[in-house]
């Protein structure tokens, strides 16, 4: 497949790309992009003597992957294991598949590879395609392997090929911080780096050890690897700020059962529907709840363009209540909106609302503008949003360009 305007396309990716070799190991030749890929040499690897052996043969390696790979290579019809050494004493752990395929002969641990298996690979023609030569694949990482092998020095892509016109899809990371060389694909990612992360110490420690990080759930993640036998952190405070003080902790503890609330507005949600039983049933399956809106929010996840609506559980018997019959939601009643616009497609539930849409609004120019820059809207209210986020600590009004006339909220 010919590849054309491959510098303007696309940078490199972040799997080819060699100036990203930033971590050295300074007791041997190896180099890292990632930080935990080091310490993990270095506590694990450098120096050290192979732990994992292959429980059919000698060969033994540093990594628990290139044993699996040289039983799948060498040992293919002999069961897989985890066999890890330890003081040649070997310990044989086994990891059970149990979800297999209807379809085929593939079994799986974790039951979302099975769906994923079942929907994009079980029974369907491959998927992605590399850019380069016709080599087809049902998984888009084994592209991605294929074209760091073969085609080193070309551009790293993501092609996915339908009915033979293959759509290239990108992910680019458009938000570069202008102090440091890192980018993100989304704005607010650039704006939460700006603020605490670039240039700040870290603000985050643990409560077991000296390690600090400008990130919280990097805190989580240490506390659930190094400080398994501590107090979990979910239930009680693990994240510190470098001063020592608790950042998150749970104050409000329910006197009837074992949970506790940051919040107090949670707390008494809760407690009305502590120790009851489960008064609310989903009117399309079995689910049930002791929340009325708990039951709204699942008929619109599970069970969409059907009525809103739950039915009460009395007496072992389920019976619909005649107020929820009625009182259904105002976004999905689709009826409610009996005014359309005959200039457009937008439809009203008031009369009002359709003259206001048809004289300030549909077809016109924004009408009013911010006093600190030069964004224009047709709502007054978006004005009101835009200063309180942008021009923060100043007066918030807003100026109609037509009539000449200032609006405050």
Do not use: W
């Not at 809760?270 to 009851?276: A, I, K, V, Y």
């Not at 009101?384 to 100043?394: D, E, M």
């Amino acid at each position: 497949m010919k590849v054309q305007d491959d510098q303007q396309s696309m940078t490199l990716m972040y799997y080819t790309d060699t100036k990203r070799i930033k971590f050295p190991c300074p007791k041997c030749l190896s180099t890292f992009v990632k930080k935990c890929d080091l310490n993990r040499h270095l506590k694990y690897e450098c120096g050290q003597a192979p732990r994992f052996q292959c429980p059919y043969c000698s060969y033994r390696c540093k990594q628990r992957c290139s044993v699996y790979s040289h039983v799948r290579k060498i040992h293919k019809k002999q069961i897989l294991r985890d066999v890890e050494s330890k003081t040649l004493s070997y310990s044989v752990n086994f990891r059970k598949k149990k979800f297999p395929c209807p379809k085929c002969v593939r079994t799986f641990v974790r039951k979302c590879d099975l769906g994923r298996h079942l929907k994009y690979e079980c029974g369907q023609a491959p998927r992605f395609q590399c850019p380069y030569c016709s080599y087809l694949s049902k998984q888009r990482s084994s592209v991605y392997s294929h074209v760091r092998k073969i085609h080193k020095k070309q551009i790293h892509y993501d092609v996915e090929s339908k009915t033979l016109s293959y759509s290239v899809t990108f992910r680019r990371k458009k938000y570069s911080c202008p102090k440091c060389v890192k980018s993100f694909v989304q704005k607010c990612d650039l704006g939460r780096h700006l603020k605490y992360e670039c240039g700040q110490a870290p603000r985050f420690q643990c409560p077991y050890c000296n390690l600090r990080s400008k990130q919280r759930e990097n805190v989580y993640t240490h506390v659930r690897k190094m400080h398994r036998k501590q107090i979990n952190h979910d239930q009680e405070s693990s994240t510190t700020k470098t001063d020592g003080t608790n950042v998150r902790k749970k104050k409000m503890q329910c006197p009837k059962c074992s949970r506790s609330f940051f919040y107090e507005h949670r707390l008494s949600a809760h407690l009305h529907e502590c120790g009851q039983t489960l008064k609310y049933q989903c009117p399309y399956c079995r689910y049930q709840h002791k929340v009325r809106a708990d039951i709204y929010k699942h008929v619109q996840k599970k069970h969409k363009k059907k009525e809103v609506y739950a039915m009460e559980i009395d007496r072992n018997e389920v019976k619909p209540r005649a107020q929820e019959l009625k009182k259904q939601s105002y976004h999905t009643k689709i009826g409610r909106r009996k005014f359309p616009c005959p200039k457009c497609s937008s439809t009203f539930v008031h009369k009002h609302d359709v003259k206001k849409h048809l004289t300030f609004i549909c077809g016109q120019a924004p009408r009013f503008k911010c006093p600190y820059c030069n964004n224009c809207t047709k709502y007054p209210y978006n004005i009101y949003t835009h200063i309180r986020k942008k021009h923060k600590k100043n007066e918030v009004y807003t100026m109609d360009i037509v009539e000449n006339v200032v609006y405050k909220p």
